[in-house]
């Protein structure tokens, strides 16, 4: 029987040279891995915060709009109606016309809160994307703007809250008032002179009333256009010029 013998190629060992070239490139592929998916993200976050600040900018434009509608409806259209209502009101009851009386209390009665369009910072402030933005000076802009809306809003909440308190009070004394009833519940315009069911008293309520809401729309108006709608202006500059 013949014995096959099988030769094995023989491998020279590894010298320190190859492992070195060979731990080289591995680092090397490592490193250059890690740059370009630091880069990678890099991209994408730079990419994130100028999407995030075109958001902003739409949102702080629809703010600025909103602001300058509110404020055409408070100046043309509630302080003429505040001040009619009051001069009205200043006449002997019994002289004045109850067809310009009644619809010119319902126009008063009209009234609109400021609406914010705060998606895009609640994003930047809840889901912490404020990390894309090297710019420090940005979160000091959304807390001065937030502080001002905060402001105006407490005050509008206070002017709708005496407002509907006021009409509440006075639905509940002209229960018994046919004009009222007509007026508000079967859209029918009452005519005549005299508002005679709304005493002495309840005349000097709805004027306090008015003076009130007189003061809050001035006072809004001013908050309005002197602070909010300059931070806007200021804000979104600012924006712009680290897009």
Known sequence: MEVHHHTHATHGKKN?????????????AVTLGFIVENKREHYIEEKRANHLVGSLIE??????????????????????????????LNMPPEKIDKKVFYPLFYRVLEWYPFIQSNGTMNQLKNAGY????????????????????QDFKNDENMEFHLHYDKLVQLVKQNADNDDMYKFFITDTVPTGNGIIAFDRTLLN?????????????KLQMIKQNNN??????????????IR
């Open 16 to 28: 320190w040279k190859t492992y070195f070239w060979e731990f080289l490139m591995l680092f090397l």
């Open 59 to 88: 949102d702080l434009q629809k703010d600025t709009a909103n602001l300058n509608w509110l404020d055409n409806f408070r100046l043309k259209k509630r302080k003429a109606r505040l001040d009619s209502f009051y001069t009205l």
């Open 130 to 149: 404020l990390r894309y933005f090297s710019d420090n000076s940005l979160l000091e802009y959304i807390s001065e703007y937030e502080f001002l809306l």
């Open 205 to 217: 309520s709805l004027k306090a009333y008015t003076i009130e809401q007189m003061w809050y729309n």
């Open 228 to 241: 909010i709608r300059i931070k806007a202006i200021k804000f979104m500059s600012h924006l712009q010029s």
